[in-house]
């Protein structure tokens, strides 16, 4: 047998409910060939697509705020907290997913991420907009500039970190003034614009869509009206979030079955009393949630 976080860093990774589901461990010595990260197996009560790292902690400030800082490590969640940033949460060594912006929706309408400014970054901005676009989510974008992530941003100059977030640009419109501030032939312009719209095709709200249009318009030169004939020709993209048991608002699509078994186990997992009065019960419990109890 070998310890599976042997000479690592532990992080606790927590639900919703600050119950502990799931470790991360962080390497000490990055010398040889082993991870940098290694994360706690999945099981039932632990899935890296369905958690977010710091939401127990941070989900009061984001209710509170209406915005969630979103990062991609722990590190840089802890950083950002004793800088002063309690709306911090982050993934969990797995990419964004439609749960987590599901759970962060529920109580948020705002997104701050941060990317770098080079290709790759704005690149994977996009992504993040297309899939911030099917949750109805405002996003804005902060420019680390010469800072390598948060954390580094936080050790380094915590207070100009609170400001780069408190600051931080909408990031349409940071995708609008980099993609169309190259020279380029009409060609490489009639792409980006193409691009762009795309993007604004698949925001949720009609307000929005209407507002980027102008945005775009001033910024590239190119009338509204031919935005929109652009724009109609693209088609706006309804409906593609895909079905993991709740709707974009958050409320619930399971059955009545389903959501009384989620409450059962809560209750059974909670006091020691109640979990033994459950085990009685558990043929009742619908398929997902008896294996969960069982292997619990």
Known sequence: YKDRFARRIMFPIRNH????????????????DAAKYVNSPETPIFQKSKILYGFSKAKQAISREKTAFLAEGQMDVLMAWQSGIRNAVAVSGTALTPSHLITLRRIADTVVVSFDSDEAGLKALERALSLFGN???YVKSVDLGKFED??????????????????AEPAMKVLF???LARPGDTALKKRAVRGLLSLISGLKS??????????????????ENMLRVELDSIGVREGNVPDTGYSVDGKSRLTRADRLSRRLLVVAFSDDSFYTETERYVGLLTDEYRKIFEES
């Open 17 to 32: 409910l600050g119950k502990t589901i799931g470790f991360t461990g962080r390497i000490l010595d990055d010398s040889g």
């Open 150 to 167: 948060p954390a580094d941003a936080c050790r380094r100059d915590p207070e100009g970190f609170r400001k780069l977030v408190s600051g």
């Open 135 to 137: 949750f109805d989510f």
């Open 177 to 179: 003034k980099k993609r």
């Open 206 to 223: 009609g307000v929005e869509r209407d507002m980027w249009l102008g945005e775009l318009s001033e910024i590239s030169g190119v009338s």
